[in-house]
């Protein structure tokens, strides 16, 4: 393996395919693609301060190394990379990567980031930014704080743990997502999903989990939460704390000590079909259009 040290570098390309190599100690000033197409490369204790730095590359192993704001789409077709106690600063950082590993890492702008990916893990990590995982696949999280609206829109086979989720519009458009042991706070939470499940996790959702098919929810609250529920079929869900609402169900079973109100109505949907198990409903209403009619109407 070749070794280069202490150095720095600018120009367009400058170590374009670069194959084999020990990088430590590096910073790669003005110049884009500076590894573009590179294999079996490591990067230590290194700094990336312009565009494009690692595309279409193979085999990246990263440590202690900052990626500033102007890396921006810095790691776009690239396969097996793995990155550890760095920062990263840019935004639209990922596309169209696969085997991604992320430890101990903070992304200070992650908008845009991670899009349309395979098999990533991420562990230890702090994610701040929009938009993050859009139509990603393959998702593994453990021990992550994220804070952005439209967290993983349209991805699929998401397992996360021991997290917290500050986002609006959080998992959207989703198939095949597990949740453990993790906080959710964000407004429509999970909207358009397919199968997704929460176990021992505490949500808070204005109008959240609704127009699904296929929710599990064991050993969870949902606190001040409203609204929920709507068009959600096939629903199989045991809370442990009081949901201040819930409209319009299509199928399934919900268990809860209490519901602030229950809005079940059959031109919209058939109650028999949805089981509530309540020993406290607060109200019961039967009706849920609650447009006005226009005065010239």
């Given at each position: ?14 170590l374009y395919g670069l194959n084999d190599a020990n990088l430590e100690g590096i910073t790669f000033g003005e ?29 990246v192993n990263v440590e202690n190394t900052t990626f500033e704001t102007m890396s921006r789409s810095g790691i ?222």
């Amino acid at each position: 393996m070749r070794g280069i040290k202490n150095r720095y570098f600018e120009g367009e390309r400058i170590l374009y395919g670069l194959n084999d190599a020990n990088l430590e100690g590096i910073t790669f000033g003005e110049g884009e693609s500076p590894l573009k197409e590179a294999t079996n490369i490591t990067l230590k204790n290194s700094i990336f301060k312009w565009k494009y730095p690692l595309w279409y590359d193979e085999n990246v192993n990263v440590e202690n190394t900052t990626f500033e704001t102007m890396s921006r789409s810095g790691i776009w077709y690239t396969k097996n990379i793995s990155i550890k106690n760095s920062a990263l600063q840019a935004p639209k950082l990922f596309r169209r990567a696969s085997h991604i590993i992320l430890d101990n890492v903070h992304f200070a702008d992650a908008e845009e980031t991670m899009w349309t990916c395979d098999d990533i893990r991420i562990t230890n990590s702090q994610i701040n930014g929009d938009y993050f995982g859009k139509d990603s696949k393959n998702i593994y999280l453990d021990n992550v704080s994220v804070i952005g609206n439209y967290v993983f829109d349209g991805a699929e086979n998401i397992e996360v743990h021991n997290s917290t989720f500050v986002s609006k519009d959080a998992f959207w458009n989703c198939k095949n997502v597990t949740i453990y042991d993790s906080i959710i706070n964000g407004e429509y939470l999970a909207w358009n999903t397919n199968n997704i499940k929460f176990i021992n996790c505490k949500i808070e959702s204005d109008q959240g989990l609704n127009y699904i098919d296929q929710l599990e929810i064991k050993n969870s609250s949902l606190i001040h939460t409203d609204l929920a529920f709507e068009k959600v079929s096939n629903m199989d869900v045991e809370l442990d704390a009081k949901i201040d609402s819930v409209k319009n169900p299509i199928s399934g079973k919900l268990v809860a000590p209490e519901i602030g109100t229950l809005i079940m109505d059959p031109n919209k949907i058939d109650p028999a079909k949805t089981i509530i198990d309540c020993p406290k409903i607060g109200k019961k209403v039967d009706q849920s259009d609650m447009n006005q009619e226009p005065k010239d109407w």
